[in-house]
């Protein structure tokens, strides 16, 4: 069963002279447990796809399904309890909240729902993130991979179905990246979650099962790197 | 911790500038909210006392209860008190003195602690025992030889009813006086009021006393006596009713009506006009503090996405905004009830200060808990009310768009051009007019509120100006210096009268008596020019309509003989011999009118013709209770009212009568009527610059006569001076309110404004990078803040102005007058310390913006 189905899916900025297609019918689907790499050129709409499977911005025509619910058509209540407990989402940007402590920002998820992590899970995540030191500071104090690093553990805190990385590494050296993905990949068996990850980055994207390319707001290509 | 709670307070701490004008703004609104309600409840207080002060702390009054059934009222389960007058005495004084006796009212203990009497004692003090009176100030003055503490041997005839008509016995017996009372009886009783002590228990069985009545729940007094009175046997007057009486003016004052008569009170209208005003600047506090929860809002935007996104709810992200409100209003609403009452403090002690000598007393400062309690949810509610828009605005957005924040919500559109400030300030003007357009939410807010405040504070001072300006022409109208009013609730001692009348500088006089009563006529009776006018058909409201009948209200006016006389030969008629009454013929052709001119315009009534005879009627109206009819018949027909002072109400028909036919009609109304109806008015018409001499010369001769409580003296000079008096008390009270919106406008303008330019270092800084110089910037920021500060005043002004004309034309008032009487020069420092305030705040920042180092202003990143 797919555990991600797009039908037409469309996002438009702007009117008029200056309106923009940013997803132009978008078909896909997500088989889950699949490690989807997204690559394109800057401007294609590679962020914007991926924030409309978050759920953090909404569609102009087409359906996405989860789990074969549109979740197009979810309130804004509904729609808060998926992002919390369904999806994962990294910012290409990291997006922490400046006054909570490091450790706080990687447990919101589940604070919003009044629950707070195993503790091993939360242990383990922090010293595969190599934050464990860092925990009670604040995100203005650490470096800029440190924040992204962060925004990953929050991401992975509530074990997502899906997780949704808009460049997660774009910012990071050699040796962060290849732990950060790694991690990704952890994750991504021992929970069977299903991750698109959106990279300029070849050799990251060849770790992936699947490469999407999109150009001008479509899909042009999709191959399986590995069966 | 909650998280979401946890983020709020944290965010309260970290945004300490937008944290800190939202205080401000909550403090000052919410101390105006307080100052409000102490002024009323001060006021509402010093109503009550002065009504308790004047008449009395009771409920209800039983009259003609026979003492044995004192017993019953005690314990009747809804009376929580009970005081009782009656058993009267009179007291045949020894020889020597100048009236024969005492007329003794005795009143028991919780009588004297309760009622007014005790506060007319003038020297001494109110009795404590049985045998101890206070007496009128009239037996002191007209027999010298006694003093207080004296006892005097006298004869005792107890009033009581005894089956045996005649029966009546004398006991000897001692009276010792305690105290002297500003009271005073006709001098047609041959006696001097008493009043003395008694203990109810000791009544006998078969006298009648009259019993005060406080009740345990106020609520049902209207309901609850009228069944007393039947519990203990009263028997009903002719028209149906128990002898009771009601404290109707003590009730209203706390929510207490008779059926029906609620909508007559003034106390709803008053409490009406209070949750008004209260509502009215609750609404606008509330959408100045909106402001500044929006700034707030806008700060955190980007970290609402952030929470957003990773699944907080729209009523989580809500809260974040409503917890914040919460915790910032809490201790600005404590502290505000000290400010509040300290501020209404000030202002009402220089208040009373101002006008205690127009109301010979001075106003107390209350504030009850409850009163508190009620101020802090009113000021709780406005900032719910102003924290309510952006939490859902908020709570509504999109999670993308939030996280990009603020650089994507700026409308792409094309920056509007501005032809003047471009070619005035070439480019920089550009980017000065772009400036304030691309901030327009914050900039819309400052007018708004700014222009808000203007409009509130000096429209209330222009409505009251107007009316003010208004009430000082009517009163020029008036004819007479000095007025007098008598009201003993008898017959006005002659010897009085003819001293007054006597008075000497005096160039006119008048002296009337007035009652209202009524006359029923069929629509045949309306003059052709009335009815052209619209006749009894369009005084709607005035005159009543029943079967084809109208009820026309009438005053019936008692003129003395050769007043009335003179009267009657200037119309070249003589009098009748029996019931004459001369008609005033004259009604208002537009009543309705708005220049004073035009209203004063008559045309001919009735058609009424001398000879003819017409039945009146006591019932002018059909809560009267009485229904005397009486004929007159009309000696003369005259087209306009004699100045005596009297001014009819509209449709109105004057019926002159000499002042013996006056009392001889009177005296068969109903009791009440009867009482009131005795009241003389004397006018005089003196000197100028007299006026206050005369009236002090009648002040001596009617205290001599009467208690203080029964006549009133005023004069033109006198008046003038309580007016101006008042009018500037009152003012003051206003200009305070006033100023505390301007402050309240004023410092959440800075705050807006403070705030923007914070977030516009960036901008600025970089305007440098490209090469912006000094000068350019102080230039830009120069423009910015005259736009800013110019646009409210030159929106609120035109719209002032709008107010004040309007004002002057419903009240019949010239500009120039009004300008006299509008405290411009308020106005005028509003509209400078406006301009001044924000053009300074824009220079401080200007200088501050050029000593930024331009890279870290660059780098520099808010929160
Ligand atoms: N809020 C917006 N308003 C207007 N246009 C937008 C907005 N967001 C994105 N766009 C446009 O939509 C298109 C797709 O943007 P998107 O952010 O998805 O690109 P991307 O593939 O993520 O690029 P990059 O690799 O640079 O991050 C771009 O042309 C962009 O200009
Ligand atoms: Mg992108």
Redesign the pocket.
């Known amino acids: 069963m797919d555990i991600l189905r797009t039908e037409g899916l469309t ?1 438009q ?2 009117t008029g002279q ?1 309106m ?4 132009d019918h978008v078909d896909l689907q997500v088989e889950r447990g699949q490690f989807v790499a997204i690559i ?12 409309l499977l978050g759920g953090v911005d909404r569609p102009d025509g087409g359906k996405i399904f989860v789990e074969d619910v549109d979740i197009a058509t979810f309130g804004e209540e509904l729609l808060a309890q998926y992002r919390r407990r369904k999806v994962g989402l990294i910012y ?1 940007f990291y997006n922490l909240i400046p006054t909570l402590s490091v450790k706080k920002n990687i447990c919101l998820p589940m604070l919003l729902d009044n629950k707070e992590p195993g503790k091993e899970r939360f242990d383990d995540i922090v010293k595969t993130l190599g934050l464990g030191d860092r925990l009670e500071h604040l995100p203005g104090q650490l470096s800029g991979g440190q924040q992204q690093r962060a925004a990953i553990g929050r991401a992975l805190i509530y074990q997502p179905a899906i997780l949704l990385a ?2 997660p590494t774009g910012n990071l050296d050699r040796k962060n990246t290849e732990e950060i993905i790694s991690l990704l990949k952890l994750s991504n068996r021992q929970y069977k979650q299903t991750i698109l990850l ?1 990279t ?1 980055d070849e050799n990251v994207a060849l770790e992936a099962d699947r490469i999407i390319k ?1 150009e001008d ?1 479509k899909i042009i290509s999709d191959k399986a790197v590995r069966p | 911790m909650n998280i979401i709670r946890e983020y709020s307070l944290d965010q309260v701490r970290k945004n300490r500038r937008t944290s800190i004008s939202i205080i401000v703004a909550v403090l000052i609104a919410s101390t105006f909210l307080c100052t409000l309600l102490v002024f009323a409840q001060s006021f509402w207080n010093q109503m009550v006392q002065q009504q308790i002060y004047t008449s009395g702390d009771w409920d209800a009054e039983l009259m003609d209860v026979p003492a044995d059934r004192l017993g019953m009222v005690r314990d009747n389960a809804g009376v929580k008190a009970m005081f009782v007058k009656g058993d009267n005495q009179t007291a045949f004084l020894p020889e020597e003195t100048a009236l024969p006796y005492f007329l003794i009212q005795n009143c028991d203990s919780n009588y004297w602690d309760a009622m007014y009497e005790k506060n007319m004692i003038l020297r001494g003090r109110i009795p404590q025992a049985p045998g101890e009176v206070v007496v009128s100030k009239d037996f002191f003055s007209q027999n010298q030889t006694y003093g207080i503490g004296d006892t005097l041997a006298v004869e005792i005839d107890s009033n009581v009813r005894t089956h045996m008509e005649g029966s009546q016995q004398k006991d000897a017996d001692s009276l010792t006086i305690v105290g002297e009372l500003d009271v005073s009886v006709s001098s047609g009783y041959k006696g001097y009021l008493a009043y003395g002590f008694m203990e109810p228990d000791e009544l006998s069985p078969d006298s009648e006393v009259v019993v005060y009545l406080q009740m345990e729940r106020r609520g049902k007094v209207y309901t609850a006596v009228p069944q007393i009175a039947q519990a203990i046997g009263l028997p009903k007057d002719e028209y149906g009713n128990y002898p009771c009486r009601y404290h109707a003016a003590l009730l209203a004052w706390h929510g207490v009506y008779a059926p029906g008569s609620f909508f007559q009170s003034d106390v709803p209208k008053l409490f009406l006009g209070l949750l008004l005003t209260a509502g009215a600047s609750m609404a606008v506090f509330a959408y100045i503090i909106r402001g500044a929860f929006g700034i707030s809002a806008k700060q955190k935007i980007h970290q609402l996405g952030i929470l957003k996104s990773v699944g907080a709810g729209p009523k989580q992200i809500g809260r974040t905004v409503i917890y914040e409100a919460c915790i910032l209003s809490a201790i600005p609403i404590l502290l505000s009830m000290v400010l509040g009452y300290l501020f209404s403090f000030g202002v009402l002690s220089a208040y009373s200060g101002m006008t205690s000598e127009v109301f010979g007393s001075r106003m107390e400062v209350s504030f009850s808990p409850a009163a508190a309690l009620i101020a802090a949810v009113f000021s709780f509610v406005m900032v719910l009310l102003a924290a309510h828009g952006p939490a859902k605005q908020m709570s509504k957005i999109l999670p ?2 939030a996280v ?1 924040g603020e650089q ?1 919500s700026i409308s ?1 559109k094309k920056a509007k051009s501005h032809p003047v400030l471009a070619k005035r300030f070439g480019f920089l003007g550009e980017i000065a007019a772009n400036s304030v357009n691309a901030g327009r939410k914050l900039y819309h807010t400052c007018m708004v509120t700014l222009s808000l405040c203007m409009l509130l504070a000096f429209g209330f001072l222009a409505v009251f100006t107007a009316s003010d300006i208004s009430n000082a022409q009517a009163e020029n109208m008036n004819h007479f210096d000095v007025n007098i009013t008598l009201g003993t609730g008898e017959r006005i001692d002659g010897a009085l009268l003819a001293e007054l009348k006597a008075m000497q500088g005096v160039q006119g006089i008048s002296v009337y008596a007035r009652a209202n009563c009524a006359v029923w006529l069929s629509g045949s009776d309306q003059s052709a020019e009335f009815l052209q006018a619209g006749g009894f058909d369009s005084a709607d409201g005035y005159i009543v309509e029943r079967v084809g009948r109208y009820r026309i209200p009438c005053v019936l006016v008692g003129m003395e003989q050769d007043a009335y006389e003179n009267v009657l030969r200037e119309a070249g008629m003589e009098a009748l011999p029996e019931s004459s009454a001369i008609i005033v013929n004259s009604v208002a052709k537009n009543p309705g009118a708005r220049d004073y001119e035009a209203m004063q315009e008559t045309v001919p009534y009735l058609n009424l013709r001398q000879g003819q005879r017409v039945e009146l009627t006591e019932k002018y109206s059909d809560d009267t209770q009485g229904d005397y009819e009486f004929m007159v018949d009309v000696a003369a027909v005259i087209p306009s009212m004699p100045e005596i002072g009297l001014d009819p109400s509209f449709y109105t028909l004057p019926v002159i009568v000499p002042m013996e036919e006056y009392y001889a009609i009177i005296g068969n109304f109903s009791d009440e009527m009867e009482v009131y109806n005795y009241r003389n008015y004397v006018n005089y018409v003196v000197p100028d610059g007299m006026d206050e001499e005369i009236q002090g010369e009648a002040e001596r001769i009617c205290s001599a006569y009467l208690g203080s409580s029964d006549f009133m003296t005023s004069s033109k000079t006198e008046r003038m001076r309580n007016r101006g008096r008042m009018t500037g008390a009152t003012m003051f009270v206003v200009c305070s309110l006033a100023a505390l919106f301007g402050i309240v406008g004023i410092s959440s303008v800075l705050s807006a404004i403070l705030n923007s330019l914070g977030q516009r270092r960036k901008e600025f800084a970089m305007l440098r990078s490209v090469g912006v110089d000094e000068k350019g910037i102080r230039r830009l920021l120069g423009m910015e803040g005259f736009l800013l500060s110019v646009r409210p005043i030159l929106i609120g002004l035109p719209m002032l102005i709008i107010i004040c004309a309007a004002q002057c034309y419903m009240m019949g008032v010239s500009i120039v007058e009004f300008l006299c009487a509008f405290p411009v020069w308020v106005l005028l420092m509003y509209i400078v310390m406006v301009l001044l305030v924000i053009n300074g705040i824009y220079m401080l920042a200007s200088k501050k913006i050029r000593d930024d180092v331009i890279v870290e202003a660059i780098k520099d990143d808010t929160v």
């Not at chain 1, 394109?40 to 962020?47: E, I, L």
């Open positions: 996002r900025y702007g200056t923009v297609t940013a997803l394109g050129a800057s401007g294609s709409g590679k962020s914007t796809l991926l924030h290409q808009d460049e959106v300029h999109i707001g | 993308i768009e990009r994507y792409v």
